[in-house]
């Protein structure tokens, strides 16, 4: 077999190779503490200017959450904060509970309607802030007439100013 390959490439050596500890390793580490190296040093030289403290508790202007929060958020800018994130917490225990209070043997959804109901109840509410945040602080087109949706939602019709 090594004959044939041989005469198949003759140019070519068979070699063992160097083994990958402590060669290849070696120039890895020595690799890895140059990028090191040069990351501290821009760090050192260029540092990122501090801004002000951030104030947890102030939510700036205009910022949005991703899809899932966004019918929470949209909550807590209609009632207090602390008032809405109470609520909050008391609708999600009452959700954990749910399996806990709801002890009749029936499973049928029919039999089960105030659980029903209330799910129902929540999922609606939950679309409608969702969609209330999703319109809010942005202008939209409806039936040709421009609205904007101011902070908490409400639509606001806008004059059109005459183009020139």
């Not at 700036?60 to 949209?74: H, M, T, V």
């Not at 904060?81 to 225990?93: D, F, H, N, Q, R």
Request: glycine share 6%; aromatic share 14%; with cysteine.
């Amino acid at each position: 077999m090594e004959e044939e390959k041989k005469e198949l490439f003759p140019e070519e050596k068979i070699e063992e190779g160097r083994p990958f500890f402590p060669h290849h390793f070696l120039l890895e580490v020595i690799v890895a503490y140059l990028v090191i190296g040069v990351i501290l040093t821009l760090a050192i030289l260029s540092p990122i200017p501090l801004h002000p403290k951030a104030n947890p508790f102030q939510t700036p202007e205009g910022i949005k959450p991703e899809w899932y929060f966004l019918a929470g958020y949209q909550f807590l800018k209609y009632v207090a904060k602390i008032l809405g994130i109470i609520c909050i917490a008391i609708l999600m225990i009452i959700l954990f509970l749910i399996p806990f209070l709801d002890r009749s043997p029936s499973r049928a959804w029919k039999d089960r309607r105030v659980i029903t109901n209330l799910g129902w109840a929540v999922i609606i509410i939950a679309l409608l802030f969702g969609l209330l945040g999703y319109l809010s602080e942005s202008t939209k087109t409806i039936l040709g007439k421009k609205y904007y949706f101011d902070l908490r939602g409400f639509p606001h019709q806008t004059v059109e100013e005459p183009k020139k």
